[in-house]
Each structure stands twice: as C-alpha cells, then as structure tokens.
T-cell receptor, first 119, second 110 residues
Framework: GAVVSQHPSWVICKSGTSVKIECRSL??????MFWYRQFPKQSLMLMAT?????????EQGVEKDKFLINHASLTLSTLTVTSAHPEDSSFYIC???????????????FGPGTRLTVL | QKEVEQDPGPLSVPEGAIVSLNCTYS??????FMWYRQYSRKGPELLMY????GNKEDGRFTAQVDKSSKYISLFIRDSQPSDSATYLC??????????FGQGTTLQVKP
C-alpha cells in the first residue's frame, strides 16, 4: 500500500512552453500533497504544500505564478511549470501524506519523480 | 545553520559491514523523524519512521532518536551491495513539512 505515481517520468520541452506534472496517490486518500525539487547531488527542497480543495502554500522564494499547483481531488495534485526556462530544469518529486491517525500524521510517501529538461 | 545537518559522504564499506548514518537537527519542535533511501534518478523510499525519542528496528535497519542531543541515527546490519544508495534523514514538527538533510551516499562493495 501507500503508492504514489507521477506522470510523466521525464519530459523535454522548449523554453517558453508550459509543462504539467501529475501526482496521484493510488491506494489511499491524501488530503495533503507536497511538491519538491531536487538538483543533482543535492537534497529535496520543498516548493509548496497542496491541500485538497484549497490554495497551495508556497515556500519563500518560490513563484506561485510560475509553479501552478492544483489539488482537485483526494488522489490527484498537479504542478504546472509555466513559461519554462532552462534554469527550471530539475527533478520534481511529489509526496502524499496519509492522514489516518496521530502515528501516521507525518508519514509522507513519495512519487518516483519527474525529470524536466528545458531546452 | 541548516535545520537538519547530514554528512554527504560518500561512505564506502565492504559487504557485511555495519553502517552507521547520522544527522543532527536544531529545531526543538521536531517530533517526527524519518529515514529515506533514494536510488539514482528515483523518488525517495520511506525506510524508517519514528515519533519522538527511542529506537525502532525493522529487519536489518535500526533507527535511533536522541532528542536530548538532537541526534538521529540509522544503522544497517549485514550491509548488501543493494543497499548502495543515498540515505536522507528528515524531520518535522506538527506542520507536516519535512526538512531534509543533504543525504549521505553509501556504497557497499562486494
């Protein structure tokens, strides 16, 4: 159980285009999903927290108009990178939190990641 | 100072060795402590999850949390080449936001 999928697993796009990445919790409901980015040989940096049915909360320094997040259902969140530029090239990873009691309060399960390359 | 500090390594050990991975944290509000394993170009996989202080064992893996010294450890017994990966510690308080360490790259040589 606790499987999270991401689609696509990798994408190459031209500068100036928009790219949408989907994150799905396959066998549990996730009221909260998180979006991270990871540069090579570096750790995960939280970009935003997404709660189902409400606006996402962005971390300091993350442009909310550039990284659009939608959490339309308890099993799906999307991240859209708008007007992508080469510096947006990175590994984007989502996670989903399964809220099923105090002990599980902070368990996050991660997707396999999406590698974005902007030419 | 980063909220969670972790030596990036790399750490190289022979097969069968006991591996010790460590992190320190600075935020006293942290109550949840996790260890993730990440293979190259893959998402992190949850290995161990601990709430507050104490030990937790799962097969060859043991996680320890000492809140008095703000020290987190992961021990791997009888290490295998398949354990070669990057190990990330993470901590959080009640906000649910995970703060990750830099990750330690481990290589287990046959």
């Amino acid at each position: 159980g606790a499987v999270v999928s991401q689609h696509p697993s990798w994408v190459i796009c031209k500068s100036g285009t928009s790219v949408k990445i989907e994150c799905r919790s396959l066998d549990f409901q996730a009221t909260t999903m998180f979006w991270y980015r990871q540069f090579p040989k570096q750790s995960l940096m939280l970009m935003a927290t997404s709660n189902e049915g409400s606006k996402a909360t962005y971390e300091q320094g993350v442009e909310k108009d550039k990284f659009l997040i939608n959490h339309a259902s308890l099993t799906l969140s999307t991240l859209t990178v708008t007007s992508a530029h080469p510096e947006d090239s990175s590994f984007y990873i989502c996670s989903a939190r399964r809220a099923s009691g105090l002990a599980d309060y902070n368990e996050q399960f991660f997707g396999p990641g999406t590698r974005l390359t902007v030419l | 100072q980063k909220e969670v500090e972790q030596d990036p390594g790399p750490l190289s050990v022979p097969e069968g060795a006991i591996v010790s991975l460590n992190c320190t944290y600075s935020n006293s509000a942290f109550q949840y402590f996790m260890w993730y394993r990440q293979y190259s170009r893959k998402g992190p996989e949850l290995l161990m999850y601990t709430y507050s202080s104490g030990n937790k064992e799962d097969g060859r893996f043991t996680a320890q949390v000492d809140k008095s010294s703000k020290y987190i450890s992961l021990f791997i017994r009888d290490s295998q080449p398949s354990d070669s990966a990057t190990y990330l510690c993470a901590s959080s308080g009640n906000t649910g936001k995970l703060i990750f360490g830099q990750g330690t790259t481990l290589q287990v040589k046959p």
